[in-house]
């Protein structure tokens, strides 16, 4: 490769993202997805509160940003995480994404669960996550699947989520 070509591949001022996360259920009477609390007769098994969509976006985040994934910065063997709000730990990626100079284009967060509904929480976590990184929340969509009762999600037996972003740089004219 060329001299021009490497340093105009440097200076591309967006980046995109994949992330993804599933939790399996354990006894209990919520869950956390999208920093919203929705009633269930199920709970998230995990480290952290569980908040899958949140734990997606994150990865998304670092990968698009090339900061690795979201257990090298909040190990799953760390006391600090246990039980922790996923909604600092979004805060603190998006602090470190701005740190390098990256600002969020949008973002497309799609959770994948045969239950509970979701409809109804969507326009509550959009709000929620919106505000919490300071976008408008046009540019941050969230949407939902059943998997028609196949595989472990169709079961019953957790929920996953995936998450798309693009950045864009902060310091280019
Ligand atoms: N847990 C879920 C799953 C889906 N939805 C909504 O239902 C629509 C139809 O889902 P399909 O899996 O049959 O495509 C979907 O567009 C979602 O709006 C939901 O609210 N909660
Ligand atoms: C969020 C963290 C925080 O300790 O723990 P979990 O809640 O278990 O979630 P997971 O998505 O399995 O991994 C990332 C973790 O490091």
């Given at each position: 490769?060329s ?13 995109v ?5 599933v939790?399996a259920?354990?006894p ?8 919203v ?7 998230f098994k ?22 690795g ?9 760390d006391?600090?995480?246990?039980g ?5 730990l979004?805060t ?6 701005m740190?390098?100079?990256?600002r969020?284009?949008?973002?497309d967060l799609?959770?994948?669960?045969q239950?509970?509904?979701m409809s109804?929480?969507?326009p509550?976590m959009?709000?929620?996550l919106a ?7 046009g540019?941050?969509?969230i949407?939902a ?6 595989g ?7 929920i ?5 972003v ?7 004219a």
């Amino acid at each position: 490769m060329s001299e021009q070509k490497s340093s105009s591949f440097q200076s591309v001022p967006w980046r995109v993202g994949h992330g993804f996360d599933v939790h399996a259920f354990k006894p209990g009477d919520h869950l956390m997805i999208g920093g919203v609390r929705i009633p269930f007769d199920q709970a998230f098994k995990a480290h952290s509160d569980g908040d899958v969509l949140i734990h997606a976006f994150c990865d998304a985040l670092l990968g698009a940003a090339g900061l690795g994934d979201i257990g090298q910065h909040f190990p799953d063997t760390d006391p600090a995480y246990l039980g922790i709000d996923s909604t600092r730990l979004l805060t603190h990626v998006h602090a470190l994404l701005m740190s390098h100079h990256w600002r969020i284009g949008n973002a497309d967060l799609t959770i994948i669960a045969q239950a509970p509904r979701m409809s109804t929480h969507i326009p509550a976590m959009r709000t929620r996550l919106a505000d919490l990184l300071q976008m408008e929340v046009g540019a941050l969509n969230i949407k939902a699947t059943t998997t028609e009762r196949l595989g472990f999600t169709g079961r019953g037996e957790g929920i996953a989520a995936e998450a798309v972003v693009l950045i864009v740089r902060t310091d280019t004219a």
